[in-house]
Nanobody, 123 residues
C-alpha cells in the first residue's frame, strides 16, 4: 500500500509565500515522478509542477518564476515553494506520484494521488 500525505496549505495574503510538502510512504520500490496539480474553484485540474526521476522538472507557465519544485529522494518527499502568491493561485493542491510498488508480479509505475491541501490567497 502506498500513500501520499500533503501538508502546508493554508490562508495567506497576496504577495506572501507558502511551502507545500508531500511525503510518499508504504511499499515503494521506486518513484519515477513526483509533482503537484491544482484545481481552482470552477476549473479543471491543471499541472503546476513536476519533477521526473528527481532530475528534470516541468513547471506551468502561470507559476514560472514564482513557484519552485524540489525533491528529497532520501525522504520520498516533494516540496512546492510558492512565492509572490496571487488570488488566482487559490485552489486545492494535489500531490501526484508515479510509483513502482514492491511485491508486484510485474513492476510498473502506477499513478497515486494525495487527498489535497487547500491554499487560499486573499487580496
Amino acid at each position: 500500500q502506498v500513500q501520499l500525505v500533503e501538508s502546508g496549505g493554508g490562508l495567506v495574503q497576496a504577495g506572501g509565500s507558502l511551502t507545500l510538502s508531500c511525503a510518499a510512504s508504504g511499499s515503494i520500490s521506486s518513484i519515477d515522478a513526483m509533482g503537484w496539480y491544482r484545481r481552482a474553484p470552477g476549473k479543471q485540474r491543471e499541472l503546476v509542477a513536476t519533477t521526473i526521476s528527481g532530475v528534470s522538472t516541468n513547471t506551468a507557465d502561470s507559476v514560472k518564476g514564482r513557484f519552485t519544485i524540489s525533491r528529497d529522494n532520501a525522504k520520498n518527499t516533494v516540496y512546492l515553494h510558492m512565492n509572490t502568491l496571487k488570488p488566482e493561485d487559490t485552489a486545492v493542491y494535489y500531490c501526484h506520484a508515479k510509483i513502482v510498488a514492491t511485491g508486484v508480479l510485474i513492476p510498473y509505475a502506477v499513478d497515486y494521488w494525495g487527498k489535497g491541501t487547500l491554499v487560499t490567497v486573499s487580496s
